[in-house]
């Protein structure tokens, strides 16, 4: 039995007037804001070294994710903005998920939270 999941197999799902669909090259500047954001937030809140140091370090993440065969990611978005996204890793024989994140400016109660 397969394990591994294609986002292009998958159309995309709304709920409500949230879209999830395949994350795509065009969405990566708008992904790193918001991961950039969400992290530094939680980590200047409780005041331990980011994950991501720079918005720059958040964008070769997502840039090389988008860019590997074997991670691929989601985008929440409503009315064509990107609100959150997560990513799959399936390179090995324990899969990794994440980072999730959802954009500060935007939360509401059906869209989550960082």
């Known amino acids: ?3 591994t999941a294609s986002p ?14 395949a994350i795509r090259t065009q969405d990566a500047d708008a992904v790193a804001r918001i991961i ?9 809140h409780h005041r331990f070294p980011r994950d991501f140091p720079s918005r720059e370090s958040a964008a070769g993440v997502v840039d ?4 590997h065969p074997a991670i691929w ?6 009315d ?8 799959l890793d399936e390179r090995g024989p324990v899969r990794g998920v994440g980072p999730i994140t959802v954009t500060r400016r935007r939360k ?5 939270g960082a």
């Open 36 to 44: 950039d954001d969400a992290f530094a937030g939680i980590h200047d």
């Open 1 to 3: 039995m397969s394990t």
């Open 64 to 67: 090389a994710f988008l860019a």
């Open 80 to 87: 064509g903005r990107v609100l959150g996204s997560n990513f």
């Open 8 to 21: 292009s197999a998958h159309a995309p799902v709304s709920d409500r007037d949230v879209v999830l669909r």
């Open 73 to 78: 990611g989601v985008v929440a978005e409503r």
């Open 108 to 112: 509401r109660p059906a869209s989550g």
